[in-house]
């Protein structure tokens, strides 16, 4: 384990402004969904961006053999999507009030729409809330957000407290997605007190993971973040662990990674520590592919 030390680069007063200016969620009302809210909620605060606020669901539809569901079924069906809909923008409005809004209704799958609306956002927050029986016609999977919108997405553990990000951690891997992932999460690393940036590798490839850290901690310190690295030889198995326990010991209640996937048989299949990270979330994890 090496960790590589620079001195901090001191930015003028005033001179670093976030380019944070747009943060999309998927707004439910249901009580499980609540972290993702706050969550977005907080975000704009800190950056003083506007929060664009969605309420999306699609009529779920049943396979009806018999015949036994008639039009006055689809009706009752379609007034539930409605109300569902007006008690979210209820939530959403009684939760950001002072904050600079937008809110937008559609009756569609959720992933599908809030990708589409992603081109007003600079981030996406989703998460919070398990995916229930209805699946995607109710929730936004975070997994297809990640690998359809083509915007960093920062995923909400259930149990999200406060969001801090006075540390963080990077967990690099010399790829094209952990370079977008960085650079799509300069705002809140320039914001940090602390970071480290890790790779975690085979022991053949120690001394290679050393000098990629060291890069990207020079890069940091050039837009003023205050970094080291940390290069660690270890099990792929443990790599995600590893991540844990170095986000344990400095605070950090934020982890950056690149989200590794593609299709399989229509269903997305991912690498194991894009996979835990996506499913499993410990803490705040900003995703980008």
């Known amino acids: 384990m090496t960790l590589l030390k620079e001195a901090p680069v001191q930015s003028p007063a005033g001179k670093i402004q976030s ?18 809210l706050h969550t977005a909620v907080d975000l ?22 018999y015949g ?8 009752q069906l379609q007034s539930l999507v ?22 937008t209704a559609i009756e569609t799958f959720p992933a599908q729409a809030m990708s589409r609306q992603a081109r007003s956002a600079d981030l996406i927050v989703a998460g919070g809330a398990p995916l229930g029986r209805e699946g995607n016609y109710r929730a936004a999977d975070p997994a297809e957000l990640v690998m ?17 990000g006075r540390a963080v951690v990077v967990a690099w891997k010399d790829t094209r997605e952990a370079r977008r992932a ?3 999460a300069m705002p809140f690393l320039t914001a940090a007190e602390e970071v480290v940036v890790i790779e975690c590798c085979d022991r053949d490839s120690l001394a290679q993971a050393r000098i990629n850290t060291a890069d990207v901690v020079q890069y940091l310190r050039r837009h003023g973040v205050t970094a080291v690295g940390k290069a660690i030889a270890t099990a792929p ?19 950056v990674a690149g989200a590794y996937g593609h299709t399989r048989l229509g269903e997305w299949a991912f690498g194991g520590v894009t996979y835990d990270l996506l499913h499993n979330p410990e803490r705040f994890v900003l995703l980008s592919h």
Not at 19 to 36: C, D, F, G, Q, Y
Not at 44 to 53: E, K, N
Not at 68 to 75: K, Q, R
């Open 19 to 36: 380019t944070l200016k747009s943060i999309l969620v998927h707004v439910e009302a249901m009580p499980e969904a609540s972290p993702r």
């Open 68 to 75: 036994l569901l008639g039009g006055e079924w689809v009706v």
């Open 44 to 65: 704009a605060r800190m950056f003083d961006a506007t929060l664009l606020g969605v309420g999306v669901e699609m009529l779920q539809t049943y396979s009806d053999p």
């Open 148 to 164: 359809l919108s083509g915007r960093p997405v920062l995923v909400a553990p259930p149990k999200a407290g406060k969001f801090h």
């Open 237 to 255: 198995e443990r790599v995600t662990t590893e991540l844990q326990i170095t986000a344990q010991d400095i605070g950090a209640d934020l982890i």
């Open 182 to 184: 960085v650079g799509d």
């Open 82 to 103: 409605e109300d569902d809909l007006k008690r979210a923008e209820a939530t959403f409005r009684a939760k950001t009030a002072g904050l600079k809004t937008h809110w």
